[in-house]
């Protein structure tokens, strides 16, 4: 008798964390990859096909109740996913907020930019997620997994980034709730801290840490930490990771 | 020649912790009442009067752009506050969250309750006030100040308290990102964490830490809490303290 | 029939904070000062009795239990504080720590030095203090104190200050073990962040924060904070402040 | 040619946490054992002998300056070791503080003796440890890595656990200034916050979190998790996690 197949979805997918995350789950679950646009998904879905793995996009904006709740119906009728239980959701999603700028010279725009991609989009994707993660507990291989991308500004709200660490503590603040409830229940909820630029194709002139080798973090290594909180026995599960350069300064 | 009079505001007025914030201030600026509707301010206001001091209250959506600038407009306006300065600004707004329960049967409307009372009332209101406070700076006698009220779980997300948490984490980052950018430039911001069952009429009948007397905090030594940081000289500001009965376990 | 006279206790006295703290508490209490040597409090006590206030010094080294049981021994035997209640004790030992250099450059008796005078001091002092502080819990006019003077090293460790981070962090983790023990028996425990150069007159040629005004911290700031922790009614204890000039980046 | 060798030390070893360590990092490593007592490693080196890897004990007190030296000038001594370069030291001790008691009712002896395992053990065998690693760099096959084992206490100081928490603050603050002056020279420094019963064979009739399955950490959990730590890539280090059973509160 076939064993239950398991899957992952990753939210908030692009060119940088989201691809390698996507890579990395897809080596052992098929994934579901949301993004706001197409064009953000369809060549890692190409990707992972042609690598022998399973993977579909949906189109969706996470900020949006009914997005998220057909995207997750949308993944019930899909060939490879129907029936299948999820092992793991990655709320990888960021959003604007602006940019660096003065309190006084930003806009309630760029506040509800940042609330709406960060608390708020991750609060429907748990919605929809968590259910899903808690019916996997007694079957999935590892333990179900939820865990969301943070920043520095999780814990620092900095001069002139108001709107970015309105959102990042936002979000904190309900992933740590979120873990106090569900760890009891065996599902595992995971905050990273990513202190670090990230080295993807948008950030490859910047000139980070005086351009040593490895200052910016390697995007693939976000990936593996991920791939390695989702594997944690029960007995020992991590929370709260960092994560930066070995020439970042904190 | 007269000196220039200075005045305080108060966002969050009721039966409880911003009674007692106004009428201490009142006891040195007119202060302005800010309230959802004018039941909440109105005996303030009637106290503050018949002992001497100077009050108005304005009714006020703290969660609308709109509603906050027309009531700073208004002030300007207000005999008595017309070409007064800015001296102090209370954010002590909580809003609702949807009370207690499992994250599953929450709504996004109890978290939308919550984004918007906290971080983006705050966003709001802090829009209004510190362009007046920075204007005050040179001439006002104790620095200019925004104080925020935040609570326990501004630093710790609870189990089942999620739309909580997410509300004053995210109210916590503002709080410290416009410290750092304000504090420089002679504006004092600090956040108060009320960790606390408040002694108010709506708790009098709670049993809490026993019954010992003074279990409860009383709303007048947070009121006390707020002078004395608003008074701290520019040399040592506090960018943050924490309140509780001496019984209260933490 | 005279009430029962009441008098406070610190530790660390020299030219800045201790001195400062010393002036503030002798305006209402009878104050004990001690410190290693007797030219560190000679001129305070002077000062003192010259402004009609009570005070004595006693020769004192907190890393010695014989000293520290010594000290608390005479003031019992001392005019004017026979008989009397303690109702405020500070412990302001800072102790040398070999300075700011690489870790692989200090030796052990750095770190000797920094773990004597900040852990081991001040549970030498809380050990002979909390007793006296004890009993004072029902006719102290203000809730029995202690208050802990830390730093910014007491909550991040940062490079080259391997000893001075070692000995703050004890030092804040044995105060936040008193205060949870204390607080419920009804006395006071603080700790507070000094994260600033103190203006004394061993700072006065630094130049601090590009040498504008109140750049530095003025230690009579820190004596009115500390007041003003030992006047707080017990329905709401401050357990932790930070305190930083305006100017201060954080 | 033959590569160079690359050895592990661990230091705190015995029937729980130590071992699983030692056992894990074995399997790729010679690893050297410190205890102050020859029972505590005698039976791990020939459980690792027997498994074909290699591994010597060395009986050694880490609150003792010379004998940490003199372990360490030992195992250059030492067939398998000599000439060979350090790729992880781990600091696992952890030392008695006079267990649980009010504080009135520790001794000063307690508080040494927290002291001395904790902070100066861990100084001194990072001050020997820390060159190696540092030579290691350019070779070794994962960065040169210093993890330290905490506890809940390192972040938290409870009642009754003064002496716990003294301890262990002390040593998270140490390990954070040797991570931000050791990373940028390519040695990664990490601390664990442990939050947990650990299930070894002294709390095998503990019941825990109500005696349900996993409900204990097991130190293998922990011994993956510190050999993920060492196995990280520069790019992108983690200094610090928590580990806690699902069903732990916190």
Do not use: C
Not at 122 to 127: E, P, V
């Amino acid at each position: 008798m076939a064993s239950k197949t398991f899957y992952a979805v990753i939210a908030g997918v692009g060119a940088g964390t989201g691809r390698s995350v996507a890579l990395k789950f897809a080596k052992t679950y098929p994934v579901v990859l949301l993004a706001r646009n197409p064009e953000s998904y369809g060549d890692i879905v190409e990707e992972i096909v042609d690598a022998g793995g399973r993977a579909v996009g949906i189109t969706t904006d996470v900020t949006s109740q009914e997005s998220v709740e057909s995207a997750f119906a949308q993944i019930q009728k899909t060939e490879g996913f129907a029936g299948a239980g999820l092992a793991a959701a990655i709320y990888n999603v960021s959003g604007g907020f602006g940019g660096r700028k003065p309190f006084l010279e930003t806009s309630i725009d760029d506040l509800d930019a940042s609330l709406s991609a960060n608390p708020r989009g991750l609060y429907l994707f748990a919605k929809s997620a968590l259910p899903l993660l808690l019916q996997s507990v007694p079957e999935s291989p590892n333990p179900p997994t939820l865990i969301v991308t943070g920043a520095t500004a999780s814990t620092r709200g900095s001069a002139f980034f108001s709107g970015f660490a309105v959102g990042k503590f936002a979000k904190r603040g309900l992933t740590q709730s979120l873990a106090r409830e569900f760890h009891p229940r065996g599902v595992h909820v995971a905050h990273a801290i990513i202190d670090a630029v990230i080295d993807i194709p948008r950030t490859r002139g910047f000139t980070v840490n005086n351009g040593v080798p490895d200052g910016k973090l390697d995007p693939n290594a976000i990936a593996d930490e991920y791939w390695h909180l989702h594997t944690q026995h029960r007995s020992g599960f991590t929370q709260e990771i960092d994560l930066r350069p070995y020439v970042e300064k904190f």
